[in-house]
């Protein structure tokens, strides 16, 4: 469905990747807008955070879309809470992967020295 590497140029024009192969997927409204919101927020991080470049995969499968994106910074530096716990108000930071995880059905992350993958999924209508 989709599959590259990306730096921060290619953000916008991935973003709009994003949502036409969400929305032929079957994605709709709210869903995808809050599906696009949470990869962009997981793009923007991997720029930021990991290294200034990613890989974003995208699929669909079992009634669900499903995009992972993953970067080779150096991982987190620290363990985040189970449940996440949403930021402070004020917090000018630190929203990307809790709002990753509120706006999907499913997320899930991996971290360590050779980087962070972070898979969420939407299940399809």
């Known amino acids: 469905m989709l599959s590259e ?3 921060r140029d290619a953000i916008t024009t991935l ?3 994003v949502a036409t192969c969400a929305g032929s997927a079957g994605l709709r409204g709210d869903r995808l807008d809050d599906f696009v919101v949470a990869v ?8 930021r955070h990991g290294g200034g470049a990613g890989r974003v995969v995208m699929w669909s499968s079992g009634g669900e879309v499903v995009c992972e994106v993953s970067d ?3 991982g987190l530096s620290a363990l985040r809470p189970e449940p ?3 930021p402070a108000a004020d917090q000018p ?3 990307g992967l809790w709002l990753a995880e509120e706006l999907t059905d499913t997320f899930r992350l991996t ?3 050779e980087g ?3 898979r969420v999924s939407s299940r399809l209508p």
Request: aromatic share 6%.
């Open 72 to 74: 080779s910074g150096g």
């Open 84 to 86: 996440a716990v949403r």
């Open 116 to 118: 962070t993958t972070v």
């Open 93 to 95: 930071g630190g929203w």
């Open 15 to 17: 973003r709009h990747s």
């Open 5 to 7: 590497t990306f730096d």
């Open 111 to 113: 971290t360590g020295a």
């Open 40 to 47: 962009n927020e997981l793009l923007t991080n991997a720029v």
